[in-house]
């Protein structure tokens, strides 16, 4: 397959960058774009599918994010590949929302918050893309289910107006919303209730119309925020089959606290640890066989 | 599953429940008692009052209360017979609401956006803010007289009336309504301004992170949640307007009846002179010229009724088209 050529041949072209730092940890650069997934079956697979991931998407060079100053983010340099599932673990308040909201330039929405470094989508720094372009392409799904007070069908529908001057009408923006709907696994409870008000829906399928509006303009990244920390394990089983399947077309960062989850459903797994991203790796490798001490102490502790 | 207990009879099943057993008072301390009795208290008191207000004019007012009064136009006679009823300030009532709302509501609402969505830079925004809350903190009387000062500046004659000698006269319907809305305006203004700052921030980040501009934000996640409130402030600011007196008898000209400026039929009123409820009523009481405690008691109540009527007015136009929006964008958090 083409993806798993192009992943192959990705690895460390920025392997040069690695440092090493004063405590005499391995920076992230290197660990980054060592070629980790060269062999990604050497521990026991974790889960039927395997890791083939595509092209590189979106690529953090360096990225710093500070509040009043203070650094929440310490130059982190990452690579974001298409078809993949990269989880974000560490534990709160080590940034790993900051970092999330960053990648969709949300945090220029937070007054005190500034940052350095670099990221581009598709090779296009995306601090040069206007911001509504930019997040119509790199789509967000928060930890609070929060749609909006209108109807199921507006809810969704609301991700495709307003593109053009000319309003849509509803019967164009039916299938669309429908596609949207199927895709996120809601559609067949809700066919009959299009028109009912999005805050009666339960937490779960509230969550679920929230990535169906997130999902509906075919963003090229999907970030989630902790997605199911405010669901039950019924819904959160949904949604981490929701996250298995979508990933095919996109990529999909997600933050997430619970372990189990992440190697549920990541492909890659970074961990963060007071601003510094620590160690970055193959879900089977980074749990099965952290290298860094840091990322082995909070693995034990999170599992025992 | 039925089949696995054929032998069950039929329970009865019990109506469905709202609520089961709660707490009781008496287990609460002393304070919390006391201070739950007073809250009991003081708004039983206010019902009472609410209620004496109502049923006070109701018994005045409908005494004397004959619809011939409310189809007749008032009439300088010193015969109580024969002066007529209250037409014109009927319609001068409903004019000054109307024209004051729909003046100050879109100014109040556009504002508290800028100021809660935008304002930058950040001092302008102070200095309106401390605008409106001083214009809230003027006396009616204060405005009325820097309005008549206002219209009687030259430029601004196509506003008013103007008396038979060519001067400046600085009374008409617009007039005064321009300067009705200043009193409607800070209280439609706090409505949909604490409105605003009560839709949690996620929700217009949920439309940013769409790929959504502020104004798109705005106009389709904050407006239809803000319904309430903007609702909310313009019936106070009605109250306001109705009420008014001082604005009438100084900007109005509380004429007898409604004098049109000219005869272009709904300008020529607008520019024209005329008369509310308010002023009628005081005019009438005791306190004033006529001495017509009846007709006073009469119009009183019918003030009372249209206060009633357009609160509920409103509170129905805000609900129209609002059933998705369950009454509020507010979730917890
Ligand atoms: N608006 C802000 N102003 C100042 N400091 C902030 C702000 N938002 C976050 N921080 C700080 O930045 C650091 C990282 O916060 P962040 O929300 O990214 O953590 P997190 O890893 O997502 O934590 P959690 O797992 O609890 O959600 C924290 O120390 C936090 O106190
Ligand atoms: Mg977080």
Not at chain 1, 30 to 49: E, G, I, N, Y
Not at chain 1, 71 to 86: N, P, R, T, Y
Not at chain 2, 27 to 51: E, N, Y
């Amino acid at each position: 397959m083409s993806a798993e050529k192009t992943h192959l041949q990705s690895p460390c072209t920025l392997a040069p960058q690695a440092k090493v730092r004063e405590n005499g940890t391995m920076s992230i650069n290197q660990l980054v774009f060592d070629p980790p997934a060269l062999d990604p079956m050497t521990s026991a697979p974790l889960r039927a599918v395997s890791s083939l991931t595509g092209p590189e998407r979106m690529r953090l060079h360096d990225i710093s994010v500070f509040y009043d100053g203070a650094a929440a983010v310490k130059q982190a340099s990452l690579s974001i590949h298409q078809g993949e599932v990269l989880a974000l673990i560490g534990p709160s308040g080590c940034g790993k929302t900051t970092l999330l909201r960053t990648l969709n330039r949300l945090t220029e929405l937070t007054p005190n918050a500034s940052h350095s470094g670099t990221i581009t989508l598709d090779g296009d720094d995306i601090h040069e893309l206007e911001d509504t372009k930019l997040r119509t392409r790199v789509s967000m799904v928060f930890q609070q289910p929060n749609p909006f007070p209108m109807s199921i069908f507006d809810n969704v529908a609301f991700a495709l107006r307003e593109q053009s001057r000319r309003r849509p009408r509803r019967r164009e923006l039916e299938p669309l919303v429908k596609q949207a709907l199927q895709r996120a696994g809601l559609y067949e409870e809700v066919r009959n209730n299009l028109d009912r008000p999005a805050l009666r829906l339960s937490g779960g399928q509230q969550q679920r119309l929230c990535i169906a509006r997130a999902i509906a303009n075919n963003p090229e990244i999907l970030l989630m925020d902790e997605p199911c920390s405010a669901l039950d394990p019924r819904s959160t089983a949904v949604i981490e089959d929701l996250i298995l399947q979508l990933r095919s077309d996109l990529a999909i960062v997600i933050v997430t606290h619970n372990l189990q989850q992440a190697r549920r459903v990541a492909d890659r797994v970074a961990f963060m640890y007071l601003g510094d991203l620590v160690e970055l790796g193959d879900a089977g490798q980074l749990f099965e066989a952290p290298r860094e001490e840091r990322t082995r102490e909070y693995i034990a502790g999170a599992f025992g | 599953m039925a089949a696995t207990e054929p032998r069950s009879a039929p329970t009865p099943v019990a109506p469905p429940r709202r609520r089961g057993r709660r707490s009781s008072v008496r287990g609460w301390r002393r304070t919390d008692q006391l201070i739950f009795a007073l809250a009991w208290l003081a708004g039983l008191g206010l019902c009472l009052v609410a209620g004496a207000i109502v049923i006070f004019l109701a018994i005045e007012g409908l005494q004397y209360l004959d619809p011939k009064l409310l189809v007749t136009s008032p009439s300088p006679a010193v015969n109580q017979a024969h002066s007529g009823g209250f037409l014109d300030p009927l319609i001068g009532t409903m004019t000054m609401a109307l024209l004051g709302t729909l003046i100050a509501t879109p100014l109040a609402v556009l504002t508290a956006v800028w100021v809660v969505e935008y304002g930058r830079p950040r001092w302008l925004a102070a200095v309106v803010e401390t605008s409106i809350e001083m214009i809230a903190g003027t006396p009616d009387i204060v405005i009325a007289i820097f309005g008549l000062a206002f219209f009687q500046i030259g430029i601004l004659a196509p506003f008013s009336f103007r008396a038979s000698g060519g001067g400046v006269y600085g009374r008409s319907f617009l007039a005064a309504g321009i300067m009705m809305s200043l009193l409607a305006l800070p209280l439609t203004y706090t409505a949909t301004r604490n409105g605003l700052r009560a839709i949690p921030r996620h929700m217009r980040e949920a439309s940013f992170a769409l790929g959504k501009t502020r104004a798109a934000t705005i106009r389709r996640v904050l407006m239809p949640s803000l319904r309430p409130d903007i609702a909310t402030g313009a019936t106070l600011g009605l109250g306001r307007i109705v009420g008014s007196t001082a604005i009438i008898v100084l900007l109005l000209g509380a004429t007898l009846q409604n004098s049109p400026q000219n005869s272009v039929p709904l300008l020529g009123f607008l520019r024209g002179t005329g008369s509310t409820l308010t002023s009628y009523i005081f005019f009438n009481s005791p306190a004033g010229e006529g001495n017509a405690p009846q007709k006073a008691y009469a119009a009183a109540f019918v003030l009372l009724l249209i206060v009633l009527v357009l609160n509920w007015a409103v509170a129905r136009i805000s609900r129209i088209g609002a059933g998705s929006s369950l009454n509020s964008g507010r979730m917890a958090r």
